[in-house]
């Protein structure tokens, strides 16, 4: 299998030695993976295999990392958002996401500050979880936190991948 994001083992793929190192864009609506971004200014680089990008839009700002993950892993998403605002369509589809087995959800570290869903602002959240196999898929998420100015929610926990 011919892996966009290189080997596993620290070396490219074939594929990866033509893909551009850095992009810029400016548009009025975006759509990426059925998600719709209105108002979009964009830069995206790749440095040693790294993903970097820094976004602004109507529904969000910040700056977002992605790593692949070693062995064929999900990889890793390292994120730090000024703001987040997911309407309707988008905690629909985050709610089919929840459903699946956590087979390739790459590990989180995520700090968004200003945190709106569905119109309702939330206050800052917080997401610590990686995906691990010992001995068999894990899905653990050591820190989930939302915090406002009159409260505070905290929660850990884990999830086993179960057979069928």
Request: proline residues 6%; without cysteine; charged residues 20%.
């Given at each position: 299998?011919l892996s966009v994001?290189?080997?596993?083992?620290?070396?490219?793929?074939?594929?990866e030695?033509?893909?551009?190192?850095q992009?810029?864009?400016e548009?009025?609506t975006?759509?990426v993976?059925?998600?719709?971004?209105?108002?979009?200014?964009?830069?995206?680089?790749?440095?040693?295999?790294?993903w970097l990008?820094?976004?602004?839009?109507?529904?969000?700002?910040?700056?977002?990392?992605?790593?692949?993950?070693?062995?064929?892993?999900?990889?890793?998403?390292?994120a730090?958002?000024a703001?987040?605002a997911?309407?309707?369509?988008?905690?629909?589809e985050?709610?089919?996401?929840?459903?699946r087995?956590?087979?390739?959800?790459?590990?989180?570290?995520?700090?968004i500050?200003?945190?709106?869903?569905r119109?309702?602002?939330?206050?800052k959240l917080?997401?610590q979880?990686?995906?691990?196999?010992?001995?068999?898929?894990?899905?653990?998420?050591?820190?989930?936190?939302?915090?406002v100015?009159e409260a505070?929610?905290?929660?850990?926990?884990?999830?086993v991948?179960?057979?069928?």
């Open positions: 299998m994001f290189g080997t596993g083992d620290g070396a490219p793929s074939a594929v030695a033509y893909l551009p190192t992009i810029g864009l548009v009025r975006l759509a993976a059925g998600q719709r971004l209105s108002g979009v200014t964009a830069g995206l680089s790749r440095q040693e295999g790294q990008a820094t976004i602004d839009a109507d529904q969000l700002s910040g700056h977002i990392e992605y790593g692949p993950g070693g062995g064929g892993g999900p990889g890793r998403v390292h730090r958002l703001r987040l997911l309407e309707r369509s988008e905690t629909d985050v709610t089919q996401l929840l459903d087995q956590p087979v390739n959800i790459p590990a989180l570290d995520i700090v500050d200003e945190f709106v869903l119109g309702r602002p939330l206050g917080e997401v979880a990686v995906n691990r196999l010992v001995p068999e898929r894990e899905w653990q998420l050591s820190r989930l936190a939302l915090t100015p505070q929610f905290s929660a850990s926990g884990r999830w991948a179960t057979s069928a």
